[in-house]
């Protein structure tokens, strides 16, 4: 009965989100006033209908309600609480659901802040994000409802895939989707301003918030994704260019591009139509993403007309948001651009790089992601592509992006030259190549062409990130949340690159067969195998190796690598063990019974590569800061200034805007 | 900024880009229904001639003549593919049923990488034949990875199953065809 209940709030939902698109697109352009009154009600109604229906699913999940197909199909009674409620988002027609309950507190959000903003401007962004939603929940009922009966009940369920039974990936998909869905706020200002064809900025200025809290949940999300593969899956990769990662980083590099074009748009009055068309590029890639690999089409090329009506309506979707968005861009944006120059060498030229370089970044993952079903379409033949083609071809836009850093963030705005930074650039480059090079050479040795390269450029990122603020600090002044975060953003990539740079080319790995009481050695480390023993978990049992690992004969660690059978699935799941420590990781894993006693046992090394999630999170945390500081110095999501006229906020314009901006 | 023509065009262009990605999606779309029965060249006729040395046995090349005078399941893998990992345990599946011996391409991998995934996961092959140019998975008409071939005693190719292996494609579309 609740399901049923359920199933009515995201009709009622669907039905609250077209009123709200309505209301919100059509008021404005009648100029009815009245109707503006409405949107955010149905806007907040739609949120809470979706969260009932999200509340049922997860009831009939804990209660283990084996007569809805979705909770029979992706649960099981044996299995532990938390995952009974996080498998709601383990398969196709759950995430949908997630992403629409995301879109709907995204879309609260706005609400919430509503009163920064010009009534009609708000009322058509939240119009805008209607349409998102209705697009979205339709898509939902039509095709993937989660909610249909399992007549008759089966008597327990078939399982959570193992692979999803574990912490990380149960908190991956919110986080990443609230990455992903938040673009969706980015594209609605973006479209609203389009709409309303503003000719001055400040469009960009209440877009940027947003924006930033995005950009930085996403790349958290693909962090924890990166992190889970690296120790769930146990090979010791952290990163495969896989279609689905793919489609999480591609909005991720081009929301990279946009919030250093917003800032531009935002200080000057430039980049306003590359600002406007990032923003669509970045919500029409997290779309295209979601979809394609949640339908299952990018995942392998051949499962693209898996459900041909899936495949149609997602077609459809994407010409309606996309294809709509692009034709306003192009009816609009050549009245919106507003003429000012700067110099070659500026603030502005250095951000225009930035964007180029990131955007042709995006363009090469989105060419490979995209190469197998163009090829085919194209009647080119097989056409695999792999890291063989993403490394290379990824690496050349960005090593001159992460070169061209420290300069950019001290060139100035407008006015040309470098002059009065250039003296403590160069110091800084010659302190971090004396450091990058020491660490190369001295420590890790072994180098491939690149280590030098991504060395000095990661420590130079860092130390040149640093000199500013701490100028600032000597100066006794204080250090805006925009500085700080932008500061500690770029430290972030700095620390990210060094992490890349090690782990790739001084990782240590060896496959071999021991008996219990036989040894490997690694670089200074040296892998004893002890034997293994029979364990048993809440719905699996296995076998457990213990390895002791000792250094110069002092002993470092003992790793347990695991190999379980799921007793409902049948599956084997192998869970290497990892000794995780800021400088190195070990890692163990445990293969198959080779016979006579012996297992095959996989051992590797792997230098900093802590540095590459903790990076990401860093960067993540440089976003946090940014937008934050800007609330707790009461500057507000807008100032004083830029409040609507009609919220009745008569404060005086300051004579400069406030902060860093 | 003046909006002469050319400069207009340049906001007409993102359109047009995404016009032209359209295309290929509905192409992709309406093209891939009728390979999914899979039109390939191989059905009906004799699977082609190849000889790939051993991946884990030198001394056991895969060739034609391996899949003479017995039911043979072959299959295209690469520890690169991701949907390899997840059809994985169906081929494991397949193997512990017994009734047909299971035989790999492995295709455009790294040898001790190829190793490491088996032994890490389980081996579900007779024998597994290392392509490392690509060359036979050429010869069979290969287009991506994983691809899977029924082949009769007589060598010929029965029938061809695009994308990861399932319990009940193998059911539906294999083991219906021993009989």
Redesign the interface.
Known sequence: MLVELGHYALILALLLAAAQAFFGLVGPALGRERWLAAVPSAATGQFVFLALAAGTLIHAFVENDFSVRYVAENSNSALPLFYRVTALWGAHEGSLLLWALVLGGWTVAVVARLRFLPPMFGARVLGVLGVVSFGFLLFTLCTSDPFVRLIPAVPDGNDLNPVLQDFALSIHPPILYTGYVGFAVSFAFACAAMIEGRRDQLWARWMRPWTVIAWAFLGWGIALGSWWAYYEL??GGFW?W???ENASFMPWLVGTALIHSIAVTDKRGLFK?WTL?LA??AF?LSLLGTFLVRSG?L???????AD?RR??FI?GF??VM??GA??L??WR???M???AGFELISRESFLLFNNLLLVIAAAVVFGGT?A???A??LHL??L?V??PYFNPSFLTPIVPLLALLPLGIHARWRRGGLSDARGRLLVSFGVSAALALALVFGVYMHPIPLTPIGAVLGVWIILSSLLDPLDRLRRRLSVPPAILGMTVAHIGLGLFVLGITFVESNTLER?IALKPGGAAELGDYRFRFDGVDNIEGPNYEGLRGTITVTRHGEPVTVLHPEKRRFWVQ???Q?TAAIADGLHRDLLA?L??D?GAGAF?L?FQYRPLIRFVWLGALVMAIGGVIVVWGRRLRGAGWASAAERAPASGAAAPAPGAPGGAA | MNTSATSAARFVLPLGAFMLLLVVLIAGLYHAPQKGIIVSPLLGKPAPQFSLPGLLDESAPLQAQTLRGHWSVVNVWGTWCAECRAEHETLLMIKQQGRVPIFGIDWKDDDDKARAWLSELGNPYERIGADREGRVAIDWGVYGAPETFLVNPSGTVVYKHVGAMTAEVWQQEFLSRLL
């Open positions: 146990g090979w495969f896989d279609p689905v139509s068309l669509v590029a029409s089409v995942v392998s090329v051949h499962s693209f007309a041909p495949g149609i077609l994407l010409i996309i294809g692009l034709a861009y192009a944006a050549p009245r651009v507003s003429a995209m197998p079903l163009i085919d379409t033949g097989t695999s792999g890291p496959d049948g599956s084997v192998t894993s293969g198959d080779v095959s996989r």
